[in-house]
Nanobody, 124 residues
Framework: QVQLVESGGGLVLSGGSLRLSCAAS????????MGWFRRVPTKEREFVAA????????YYGNSVKGRFTISRDNTANMVYLQMNNLKPDDTAVYYC?????????????????WGPGTQVTVSS
């Protein structure tokens, strides 16, 4: 298994940028697909982005396409989410998640390991 801890959340003005990091511990990190999800109290958990184990393919939720970029550094056991042109609707708790067995997907059920989340607040 892996332990995941997100960082980099905070308060940003609308139109600004923020980069989230997910630090993973565990020897199997480089074999896991990784994803970012977000949640606000009034909504179901929403898929944001995913990346294959080797970083070769990425997949984004429709609401963040063209604005967010997921990346990873397997040597450092890190996953990143670069968020540009942030909007108030991006305000949420953002979670890093690991999928040890499945193909690249935005279906949260297949992700086995989750970090505790980091708050992102976008002010208008």
């Amino acid at each position: 298994q892996v332990q995941l801890v997100e960082s980099g959340g905070g308060l940003v003005l609308s139109g600004g940028s923020l980069r989230l990091s997910c630090a993973a511990s565990g020897s199997a990190f480089s074999s896991y697909a990784m994803g970012w999800f977000r949640r606000v109290p009034t909504k179901e958990r929403e898929f944001v982005a995913a990346i294959t184990s080797n970083g070769g393919s990425t997949y984004y939720g429709n609401s963040v396409k063209g604005r967010f970029t997921i990346s990873r550094d397997n040597t450092a056991n890190m996953v990143y989410l670069q968020m540009n042109n942030l909007k108030p609707d991006d305000t949420a708790v953002y979670y890093c998640a690991a999928d040890p067995v499945g193909p690249l997907t935005g279906w949260d059920q297949v992700y086995e390991y989750w970090g505790p989340g980091t708050q992102v607040t976008v002010s208008s």
